[in-house]
Structures are given as C-alpha cells and as structure tokens.
C-alpha cells in the first residue's frame, strides 16, 4: 500500500510540475476589447504547442503569430492608429527579415502554423511550432490576424494575414 501512494504521490507531483511549466494567454479582441478565450501553451518534444479555447472569431483560416514586443496597445503608423500595433513585428530574433513556414528554420522565429476557427466561430485545435522554446515566449505578445496566412511575404508581406484582430499578452 505505501509504495502504491508513493507511486500515486509521484506521477501527481511530476504532472504537476509539468502543468505548472504551461503559459495561459488571454485574448483579447482588438475592436471590441471583449475577451475571446485563452492560448495554453505548453513545451513538446518536437517543440512548442499552442492550444487555442477560443469564441466568437470570424470562421476561416487566420494567420497567428508571435510578436516582439509584449504590448497590444495601439500604435501610430503612418499617422493612422493601428490596434495592436504596439506587439511590434513577428519574433525574428535571428533578424531574418522573412515570413515563412513554422516548420522553415530561414523564417521568423514567430511565424505559426494558421489558427483553424470553425463554422461556430470556435477554435480550439492546438498547432505546433518547431522552432519555438517555452522559455523565450515570456513577454512577447500572441496575435491572430482577420486573413489567412500563405507563409510568404509575396504576393503581400508577413504572409497575407492582414489587420491584427485578437491579441494577448504572453508573460
């Protein structure tokens, strides 16, 4: 019997640890300033996870990011406010100055596979990054664009996503 609880003591106290290791994004939408869910992102052998518990998005593909800057404050860009502006742009520690794949190690470090919302306005399967490491997320910011994402800076820069749309706070 104690060594079935020292058994049960120990795989709860190692789940733990590993939970404790996760990060909670909230998301908030850039036009509305409503809360649309959280990001939990975890660590993964073949890298990190992002699983999305998010509502009432706009259905489609969405491009999703993780920006330099942990801000989603408005910013100023050519004289016009611009929400979330202030996250800065996509995480290129290596200053690469490309958009490309997740899975393309000649990109930015924050490019991430597209966010999937269903026909509810629901998204809520995880994608996985490669390149990312938990431990160099913490103050940055995670956005989620209104378009798609072609993983290309042609025909249009920084894959297409267009206007930020939700944004959290990665701390």
Excluded at 91 to 110: L, M, N, V
Excluded at 111 to 131: F, H, I, M, Q, R
Aim: glycine residues 12%; proline residues 6%; negative net charge.
């Amino acid at each position: 019997m104690k060594l079935k609880t020292a058994f049960l003591t120990s795989l709860l106290l190692t789940s733990t640890a590993f939970a404790a290791d996760d990060i909670t994004v909230d998301m908030t939408n850039l036009k509305t300033g409503e809360s649309v869910g959280t990001v939990t992102i975890s660590s993964h052998p073949y890298g990190t996870v992002f699983t999305p518990d998010l509502k009432n998005l706009p259905t489609g593909i969405h491009g999703f990011h993780v920006h330099e800057i942990a801000s989603c404050d408005a910013k100023k860009k050519d004289g016009e406010l611009v929400p979330g502006g202030a996250a800065g742009s996509h995480y290129d520690p290596s200053e690469t100055g490309q958009h490309a794949e997740p899975w393309s190690f000649e990109g930015h470090k924050g490019d991430l596979p597209a966010l999937y919302v269903d026909e509810n306005g629901d998204a809520t399967l995880p994608v996985l990054s490669p390149k990312l490491k938990l431990k160099e997320l913490h103050n940055r910011s995670l956005m989620i664009h209104e378009n798609g994402d072609n993983y290309s800076d042609n025909p249009k820069p920084l894959g297409g996503g267009g206007a930020r749309l939700v944004c959290g706070v990665i701390h």
